[in-house]
């Protein structure tokens, strides 16, 4: 089996955290260069979504393989050795621990991986975002997968009418669950509608029996226990051939839909989908950035990628965007343009508690209603 791995962190911010300096990409693509002549990796490609830098991996060792993830743990120490000696902001930020420790689960860097057997032809997109967190993923795979408006061969593909099985996790309990769609969806859709807590880890066909998605759900202020960025998620999705066809898997993110993200993770914005050049956040670092990459898998051979976002298509979403950009942010510093209170545990809110804590008073007892004469 092949398994193909995104392993992503945030090693530095040129300028601020709109994107990766170039010597930091040519280090890192230098590094896979390295991996596929030593025969760690069949292939691989650097890649880069606002200040986020990706590696894209294919190799026969599974998924949470040691070896890869030792890999990708050097090369991120590398590139913010650069990013210190260029002064560039929060350099190593996403590197959470001092040593790697087996496998990359709570270090910081955030990956998904997916092992699959290649078919005749494999078509695969990898999802890249900044300025979000991994919930963004639940209302697009929530269409691709299970919603007949977006993807018409749940009606019409032989393959594809019996649906699809969602693995879901609870990332503040550490909890999981499958749901089998359709006949769960709307016990589902209660879940995955609260993205802050519920994401979609993982989908499954149910006819083929064939991991067809897989996605990243590191929530770095739930390990670092307090705000150090973004968590900035990727995805994989497989397509064609029993699965969504390739323009089903692109559809939803014609609706530009509110995530969390933006400045210092605190608001809600709209996710833009752009070509890879245009995915840079600037504007109150936003709106929040998604990219798609499109590979053709060839005997672990990455042929590709094609910027599927590089598309007048897509123009509507992104106007869409910026119009809800401006209304947005129009609200300040109130809700619903902000978070609530409970998804911002993690910033200076507990530090104004603490602080404000004396300060409140209880308030006086109703008065007692005087009896009737």
Request: charged share 25%.
């Amino acid at each position: 089996m092949i398994t193909l791995s995104i392993i992503k962190a945030d090693t530095g911010g040129f300028v601020g955290h709109s994107s990766v300096h170039p010597d930091m990409l040519a280090a890192a693509q230098e590094a896979l260069t390295a991996a596929i002549r030593d025969h760690l990796v069949l292939d691989a490609k650097v890649a880069s979504c606002g200040d986020d830098i990706s590696l894209i991996m294919t190799h026969e060792h599974g998924a949470d393989a040691e070896p890869i993830h030792a890999f990708a743990w050097d090369t991120f120490l590398g590139t913010t050795e650069i990013a210190k000696r260029l002064g560039l902001y929060g350099a190593g930020q996403d590197l959470l621990s001092d040593a790697f420790s087996g496998n990359l689960r709570g270090m910081g860097p955030g990956y998904a991986e997916l092992e699959f057997t290649e078919r005749p032809s494999e078509p695969i997109i990898c999802f890249l975002a900044d300025k979000t967190e991994p919930g963004a993923w639940n209302l697009p795979l929530y269409k691709m997968f299970a919603d007949p408006f977006n993807t018409a061969g749940l009606v019409i593909d032989s393959k594809m009418h019996a649906g699809f099985r969602f693995e879901v996790y609870d990332l503040h309990e550490e909890k999981k669950i499958w749901f089998d769609c359709p006949a769960d969806l709307y016990e589902m859709l209660m879940y995955i509608g609260a993205p802050a807590r519920y994401v979609i880890h993982s989908v499954q066909s149910k006819t083929l029996d064939e991991q067809a998605a897989a996605t990243s759900t590191q929530r770095l202020s739930l390990i670092a226990g307090k705000y150090v960025g973004k968590d900035d998620p990727v995805m994989i999705v497989r397509a064609q051939s029993g699965l969504p066809a390739v323009g089903e898997v692109l559809e939803p993110f014609a609706f530009p839909h509110t995530v969390a993200g933006c400045m210092r993770g605190s608001h809600h914005a709209p996710i833009m989908p752009v070509a890879i050049g245009h995915a840079t956040p600037a504007r109150f670092d936003g709106p929040p950035r998604v990219t798609a990459l499109g590979f053709q898998v060839r005997d672990g051979k990455l042929i590709g990628p094609r910027d599927m976002f590089d598309d007048p298509s897509f123009d509507r979403a992104r106007s869409q965007a910026n119009e809800v950009m401006d209304y947005m942010r129009r609200h300040g510093p109130f809700e619903p343009h902000r978070l609530p209170l409970e998804d911002l545990e993690y910033t200076t809110m507990r530090l104004l508690e603490e602080r404000l804590a004396p300060r409140w008073e209880p308030m006086a007892p109703a008065p007692l209603p005087v009896p009737a004469r």
